[in-house]
């Protein structure tokens, strides 16, 4: 087992993230001055209308305030007139702002995002761009009439006008617009990462070739501001269930209440007979209209009601936070409900800078001679892997004898899984998966000592990728590349095992090697020796069996893949395919963030659950403060188990309850349950127990209270 981590480095999803959001802190004040105005104007019935329960209420309003204005509306009240205009308007008054904190919830939860889109729409402005016409000359171009596949040349110092990939150049990009990382980053040509530039962020050095990927107003900061300012959200599946239960709910509590006065004026008749008219008329008008909507309105799921757009809001708020640009709502969900986590392992699981570390000569060939072999092999292979081989060559006195201009470049590719060069004498030097090589050297009529599956086997029991080298049918010996298992994993996956996630590594390397990282990460499967092909069957495979199904992925062969997958997280860094693919673009481009995004989708649902089940359990103290209310002067007091003072007073404490409950749960709505790693069924269990029971609980102490303190009579 490895044991050599690096105890400096720290996991990549932690420690800077506060540091890295991408939006400076929305001023407060002001968010809640907007909320505030935002809640008044949302009264509007064309925006009301959109939230069933809500609508009830505010329609409830409405009727209310002509009974205050004219008691005698609906028939002859019989009681003082003066005291039943005074409840009604007190009742009005209490369901217009019942209605204006729900609103408040939703602006509040969407003027975090309207800040944030004016932050960004703020680092972008009309750039003049240099754009090159196909018979090479240049022209100014304002950035707005850029079309996709356009060529730009940008230089130190300019913003970059567009989306797009470099063709060409080399230089370091100022991605903080976007990331709000400092550092700068490399781009250049041809590799998979690091070819990808975004309009609106600024070339620091050097000169850029930039074919265009996007049309005006369709870049990545566009969408960004398009998606935290709301203009594309729309409504889960979830949340759209969810809204027809909440919607059927109140159909059936409406029913229920319109039965109040016959059944009232029922019992009316027969009390009538045993107490006198006096008594039975005061039967009948307690069943007033003005009560019968209170008692309607406390019925009715208005707590979740009012929250439910704002907790789904804040859930993709929350992912903005974690410097993630989800493409919509539905794929935060869809990160709750996640069965299955596919993960590669080089850059994921493992840091990724696979550097080379040791050569191992076999078939009697001496480290020197192997040193020289790998450099020749690795002279044209841009990735990182080969780069270090060709440090680690020349630091063994490896030199070439040839002229490179005349050599052949052989690039890596995940099919192959080899690379190398052709030389100008004929020689043809490979290095690449050890079966690889074998396969290689067979074909040219070469033997494979015994000797290299001992390399192989050393190298891989360590964790490491070995790569074997060869010149035509001989093989050389072994590279060593070295990778290491980033810290703090286990616990990672550890805590996904709990919620119910199993976790799979997809490979190209070999058996050995992949289960010993397998091993030491903690995953429970891996697949080892993958193709891309592959990588697409086993999310196929997941998935016909009833799995929802998440990837990380770069490159533009991970693109499939990621769209197969129910969740693609493209990394920044990566291709404009890969990005286009998946569902959701991690500015960080850290692969292990799918672990945190998990957790706030898991979040979300649980927060919709917890506050549902609130809400409901609510209904029982509500229906016992107000239903003697209507029977009680008749003798059925026995229903008034909570001795509230009077029947007023009882209707405007549960109303009043009723109304700051939604206010007081904003921040809840907002920031989210508390989370723990549990199965869902766990989960389920223990949030029945806290927001059933102290949804029941809780409204007896508080519409007791109100009562208490309200100096009615
Ligand atoms: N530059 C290279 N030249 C030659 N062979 C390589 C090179 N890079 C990788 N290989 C070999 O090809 C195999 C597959 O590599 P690749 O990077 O495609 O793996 P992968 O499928 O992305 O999985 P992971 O990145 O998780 O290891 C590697 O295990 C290694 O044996
Ligand atoms: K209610
Ligand atoms: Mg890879």
């Given at each position: 087992m490895q044991t050599n981590i690096n105890p400096s480095s720290k996991p990549a999803s932690q420690g800077t993230r506060d540091s890295r959001r991408?939006?400076?802190?929305?001023?407060m004040r002001g968010l809640y001055q907007r909320a505030i105005k935002e809640s008044f104007i949302k009264l509007n019935p064309k925006v009301a209308v959109r939230n069933p329960v809500m609508f009830i209420v505010w329609v409830g309003t409405i009727v209310t305030l002509l009974v205050t204005i004219n008691p005698n509306l609906f028939g002859t009240v019989q009681a003082d007139i003066n005291q039943q205009r005074l409840l009604n308007g007190i009742i009005t008054f209490i369901l217009f702002f019942t209605v204006v904190f729900a609103n408040f919830a939703e602006a509040v939860a969407e003027g975090r995002g309207k800040a944030q889109a004016d932050s960004l729409r703020s680092t972008r402005s009309d750039t003049v761009a240099k754009k090159v016409l196909p018979d090479g000359t240049i022209v100014d171009t304002n950035s707005t009439e850029l079309r996709r596949g356009d060529i730009i040349r940008v230089s130190a110092g300019e913003m970059i006008a567009a989306d797009g990939d470099v063709i060409a150049g080399l230089g370091s990009v100022d991605e903080s617009a976007i990331t709000g990382e400092s550092a700068p980053v490399l781009k250049q040509p041809?590799?998979?990462?690091?070819s990808s530039v975004t309009g609106g962020t600024r070339l620091l050095s050097d000169e850029l070739t930039v074919r265009i990927s996007a049309d005006p107003g369709q870049g990545f900061i566009d969408r960004m501001i398009s998606l935290v300012e709301g203009a594309e959200r729309s409504k889960t599946p979830n949340e759209i269930a969810l809204t027809v239960l909440l919607a059927v709910l109140t159909q059936v509590f409406l029913i229920v209440v319109s039965t109040v006065p016959p059944f009232a004026g029922y019992i009316a008749n027969f009390v009538s007979t045993i107490y006198g008219e006096a008594a039975a008329n005061n039967l009948r008008t307690g069943a007033s209209i003005a009560i019968l909507i209170s008692l309607l309105v406390a019925l009715i799921p208005t707590t979740i009601g009012g929250l439910l757009s704002a907790i789904g809001i804040a859930g993709m708020d929350r992912v903005a936070q974690f410097n993630v640009v989800a493409t919509s709502g539905r794929a935060v969900e869809a990160c709750g409900d996640i069965n299955t986590l596919v993960l590669d392992k080089t850059g994921t699981i493992t840091l990724g800078n696979r550097l080379a570390n040791e050569f191992i000569p076999v078939n009697g060939h001496s480290v020197q001679e192997v040193a020289q072999a790998s450099l020749e092999a690795s002279?044209?292979?841009?990735t990182p892997e080969g780069r270090s081989i060709v440090a680690l060559a020349e630091k063994s006195q490896a030199t070439l004898d040839f002229n490179t201009k005349s050599a052949e470049g052989i690039e890596f590719s995940a099919k192959t899984r080899m690379s190398g060069t052709n030389l100008p004498d004929g020689r043809e030097l490979r290095k690449g998966a050890v079966d690889a090589i074998k396969g290689f050297v067979r074909s040219r009529g070469g033997n494979v000592p015994a000797q290299l599956d001992e390399a192989f086997e050393r190298v891989s029991r360590l964790g490491g990728t070995p790569l074997a080298v060869c010149q035509d049918n001989d093989i050389y010996g072994v590279i060593y590349l070295k990778d290491i298992v980033k810290p703090g994993l286990r616990e990672r996956f550890d805590q996904l095992r709990r919620m119910g996630v199993k976790t799979i590594m997809l490979t190209g390397d070999n058996r050995i090697t992949a289960s010993v990282i397998a091993e030491e990460a903690g995953v429970d499967d891996f697949i080892a020796e993958a193709t891309p092909e592959d990588k697409i069957d086993v999310i196929r495979n997941e998935q016909s069996q009833g799995k929802l199904v998440a990837m990380t992925g770069d490159g533009t062969n991970d693109a499939p893949a990621l769209a197969q997958a129910n969740v693609g997280v493209a990394m920044n860094s990566g291709t404009q395919a890969a990005k286009e693919a998946a569902n959701m673009v991690d500015l960080d481009s850290d692969p292990t963030k799918l672990i945190d995004l998990v957790t706030i989708g898991k979040q979300l649902l649980i927060t919709r659950g917890a506050l549902t089940t609130f809400s409901v359990a609510n209904d029982i103290a509500k229906y016992f403060a107000i239903i003697p209310t209507i029977f009680?002067?008749?003798?059925?007091?026995?229903?008034?188990?909570?001795?509230?003072?009077s029947a007023q007073s009882a209707i405007v404490s549960a109303l009043i309850y009723n109304a700051l409950i939604i206010p007081v749960l904003i921040p809840l709505a907002l920031?989210?349950?508390?989370?723990?790693?549990?199965t869902a069924d766990q989960l389920l269990k223990r949030n029945i127990l806290i927001y059933g029971l102290g949804g029941i609980i809780a409204p007896f102490i508080a519409i007791k209270l109100i009562d208490i303190i309200l100096p009615l009579s």
């Open positions: 991408h939006t400076p802190k929305a001023d041809g590799t998979d990462i690091a002279l044209f292979d841009e009680g002067a008749a003798g059925i007091g026995a229903l008034n188990i909570m001795q509230l003072k920031k989210g349950v508390k989370f723990r790693p549990l």
